[in-house]
């Protein structure tokens, strides 16, 4: 039993998606107002794409049974920014 990784489950469990999604949402909250109906729009559009993602990582996650640590760590971390942009989001 080796523990080498296809090209196709690589990329399972590792919740880069989600992350690389809110990425130009934290990046419009910090550099604009975010006061244009334009970047509201576009700022819930990337939120809800990214919601959309982290059900698709727990789809994986709960088929697969992700088992290591750094895999764990970055669950949280997509999840406390999804929750960080929603109360940025809702505060407007």
Do not use: F, Y
């Not at 590792?14 to 690389?20: G, Y």
């Not at 700022?43 to 990582?57: F, G, N």
């Amino acid at each position: 039993m080796n523990d080498v990784k296809t090209p196709r489950n690589a990329a399972r469990g590792t919740w880069a998606l989600p992350l690389v999604a809110l990425a130009p949402l934290a990046a419009i909250g910090i550099l604009t107002e975010r006061t244009s109906t334009a970047w509201n729009v576009v700022s819930w559009v990337l939120w809800a794409l990214s919601v959309v993602l982290v059900a698709v990582e727990w789809a994986a996650v709960l088929r697969h049974r992700t088992r290591q640590p750094a895999q764990w760590g970055m669950c949280v971390l997509v999840h406390a920014v999804l929750a960080w942009q929603l109360i940025a989001l809702l505060r407007q």
